[in-house]
């Protein structure tokens, strides 16, 4: 069973909810293009770190979700490590371009949804989770990350999608 990201829901609203995040650490590559094509080819990159890929030749689990948060020119691709790894065990990348980021605990606005991968279903939940922020007050990072839950084999109406945003109030 593939470990799924810690947190706790601080506040659960209409249509979404308010998530704490224990400290974590990720693994992250930047790519150029669109969702799919970044996506693509930071999954390479970053399951051949976890698959031995690293200086220690060492596995590490995959665990939920990846993360895509958009940059200029394409997108910041993210694995999850797993809670119980601290920054001193983590394996030195033998591929440049990826990065070791060590994340506090963090409160997190999230959206649900299932369906397709694409772009337009990310950015049209989006604009959803902003305008009930909006509505209810609450300030954000306007920064999306968008996140997967499930290998690209899960049918496509039982796959777990989200949007998160920071907050910052």
């Known amino acids: 069973m593939t470990e799924i990201q810690k947190y706790k829901v601080a506040k659960t609203y209409k249509g979404f909810e308010l998530r704490d ?31 031995g890929g690293n200086s220690e030749s060492k596995s590490i689990a995959m665990t939920a979700p990846v993360t895509e948060k958009p940059v200029p020119g394409g997108f910041e691709v993210s694995f999850v490590m797993p809670a119980d790894m601290k920054m001193p065990e983590m394996p030195r990348p033998q591929r440049e371009n990826l990065k070791i980021t060590e994340h506090d605990a963090t409160r997190i606005a999230a959206i649900r949804f299932t369906g397709t991968i694409g772009m337009a279903s990310f950015e049209t939940n989006e604009k959803k989770l902003k305008e009930l ?26 796959r777990r999608n989200e949007v998160l945003l920071s907050l910052t109030g």
């Open 21 to 51: 995040y224990a400290p974590f650490i990720t693994v992250s590559t930047l790519e150029p293009g669109n969702m799919s094509s970044a996506g693509n080819q930071a999954f390479r990159k970053l399951a051949g770190y976890i698959f």
């Open 133 to 158: 922020l909006d509505s209810e007050g609450i300030q954000y990072d306007p920064t999306p990350i968008y996140a997967r839950y499930n290998a690209p084999t899960t049918p496509f109406f039982l």
